[in-house]
């Protein structure tokens, strides 16, 4: 009741607070005016001049944009293994740099569009998806997008504000359409591998170095430690969607099972996405609803990158493990006890370093058409995003663990985003090639934050781990840590195009 009072209360505000700002736009055919060189668009995928673009807060004809838009369609898509929906348009759009240092299967992709922010050095553009703005990549499977919109210019900030001064990339999720119910299921296995390590000595030029200085400890074996922490990643990806509809009712619901390894030891992933769009008509097609609802679930084995450092500078000629007694302190894995060196296997055998993340988001968009030409809209949506971490450093690990008796910590991060927006739409010829477009909206935003930190060790047994911290010796001796925040903010405005 008190989340329908406020709504109801953002309505009045938004409709006393309304204002419309008009735009005449002066259109030329095409063929006497091409469309201007700074719309980016593949040269091989031309669109044709009728062909509809997102640019936010409504759609143009591709002869009506005079901004640096570039739209890609998912029949133009990138194919193969594609595990982020950014993948998609990886390459296709110009001036769009696509990275993901590594091949960590659990890494972030870094966008960059129009450069530095100025306010807070922010490169990554905004993400709008299906109108939800600052919305998770995350939590749209890339098997149900219809088509990525990338704005470029200042038309963006224009349209989003500050948050836009990055550029914007405007997703648009599948749909379905009229006609019997169809089925699809798509699979597929790929597998990944390490092309090329940094140099390291092998152990045949280790003894020949060793022999000509007279300097370094020769224990007799041979181990290839990149070897040893890196694997044949295998990942497979399963999707099943269903569509259909009718004159006044379409869906579409979609279920993504992902599985992935990392060439590190010990990383990969699990991962579970769902998606339903429905859409309804009524009141003789004037009022249209759309709801889209999405759920993503993840579970992460973030492994240790460190390992690689140490992979690259440990003796070549040093076992993995040793049946001395002396290591059996360091459970059985051979150690050197000198500065900032350490057994790489040993760090991501022995400890652990793991994630949950579970993101659900709803929006639900009503239009409705009061006059021909003239609709108002109202939009909400709301996106929750937890994530959950853990890490453990045993009590036979030299590296962290050690001399803390094990080391355990745990985290939680949840944020709550809602949005509310109204929007009224007047477009109408006034001759052949003069037209009036006139958009007026309102948007409210508001941001919750919140979550924990808690580290403590000294335990005495390893066989816990992170999941009983009460058990860190720690925190009765008034040793352990714990810390926790929360904060909020919102953003109210008009957006204007």
């Known amino acids: 009741m008190e989340s329908l009072l406020n709504l109801v209360f953002l309505l009045r505000r938004s409709i006393l607070s309304l204002f ?30 009728d062909s509809i673009v997102n640019v936010g807060y409504g759609t143009q004809k591709k002869n009506e944009v005079t901004s640096s838009i570039a739209a890609v369609n998912s029949d133009e898509f990138n194919k193969g293994y594609i595990n982020n929906p950014i993948q998609l348009i990886q390459g296709e759009v110009a001036g769009l740099s696509v990275s993901k240092p590594g091949g960590d299967p659990n890494g972030s992709f870094y966008l960059r569009l129009r450069g530095l922010n100025t306010i807070n050095a922010n490169t990554q553009p905004l993400v709008v998806i299906d109108g939800m703005i600052d919305a998770s990549l995350d939590n749209v499977d890339p098997n149900d997008i219809e088509s990525i919109t990338v704005l470029k210019d200042g038309s963006a900030a224009a349209i989003y504000g500050i948050r836009g001064s ?74 099943i969607s269903m569509s259909g509809g009718t004159d006044k009712t379409s869906y579409r619901a979609s279920v993504n099972y992902r599985q992935g390894e990392g060439v590190e030891i010990n990383t990969g992933y699990n991962q579970l996405n769902g998606r339903i769009n429905l859409t309804q008509k009524a009141l003789n097609d004037k009022f249209t609803l759309d709801l889209n609802l999405g759920a993503t679930e993840r579970e992460s084995q973030l492994g240790f990158p460190e390992a690689f450092k140490y992979a690259s500078i440990y003796n070549p000629t040093a076992p993995v493990k040793s049946s ?114 006139l958009v007026g909206g309102y948007s409210y935003q508001d941001f919750t934050n919140e979550g924990f930190y808690a580290q403590g060790g000294n335990f005495l047994t390893d066989a816990f781990s992170f999941d009983n911290l009460s058990a860190a010796l720690d925190f009765k001796n008034g040793k352990g840590t714990v810390t926790s925040y929360k904060n909020s903010n919102k953003l109210i405005g008009f957006n204007v195009q």
């Open 166 to 239: 990055g550029g914007v990339i405007l997703i648009t999720t599948k749909k379905g359409k009229k006609g019997t119910a169809v089925i699809d299921y798509n699979v597929y296995t790929t597998a990944e591998m390490v092309a090329r390590n940094n140099p390291a000595m092998t152990t045949k030029e280790w003894r020949a170095l060793s022999a000509e200085t007279g300097y370094g400890t020769d224990f007799g074996t041979s181990t290839d430690w990149f070897k040893q922490i890196e694997q044949t990643a295998v990942s497979q990806v399963h999707n």
């Open 20 to 49: 419309l700002i008009f735009s005449v736009i002066s259109l030329i055919f095409a063929q006497q005016n091409p469309v201007t060189a700074n719309i980016t668009y593949e040269a091989e995928r031309p669109l044709s001049v």
């Open 324 to 437: 001395d007694p002396v290591y059996s302190k360091y459970d059985s894995y051979f150690q050197q006890v000198l500065f900032d060196y350490f057994n790489p296997v040993s760090i991501i055998e022995l400890n652990k370093n793991e994630g949950k993340s579970r993101i659900m988001n709803l929006s639900v968009k009503g239009t409705y058409e009061i006059l021909h030409g003239l609709s108002i809209d109202a939009l909400y949506s709301t996106e929750n995003n937890a994530v959950l971490g853990g890490q453990y450093y045993d009590s036979h690990d030299y590296w962290e663990g050690m001399n803390r008796n094990g080391l355990a910590s745990r985290q939680e991060d949840n944020s709550l985003g809602r949005l509310f927006e109204l929007t009224i739409h007047y477009i109408t010829d006034i001759t052949s090639t003069l037209n009036l477009n």
